[in-house]
């Protein structure tokens, strides 16, 4: 996706960041319920609206 997009090579980092944040945070039917970083830390991460779109600000 990221090559067919024809953007310059420097966006694939934040792409990849931002790739590997969100499925770290993501429940998990293997780990009954659970995100990878719950798992991994021992403590839940904040609630479902801890996502801002790149560039957007909380209300």
């Known amino acids: 996706m990221l090559h067919d997009s024809k953007l310059p ?3 694939w980092v934040d792409a990849m ?12 039917s293997g780990l009954h ?3 990878p ?3 991994l830390f021992k ?3 904040k609630g479902k ?7 957007a600000q909380k209300p």
């Open 17 to 28: 960041q931002t790739a590997a944040y969100i499925t770290a945070r993501s429940p998990a």
């Open 33 to 35: 319920g659970k995100t």
């Open 49 to 55: 609206g801890s996502f801002t779109p790149k560039g």
């Open 37 to 39: 970083y719950e798992i």
């Open 9 to 11: 090579k420097s966006f």
């Open 43 to 45: 403590r839940r991460t």
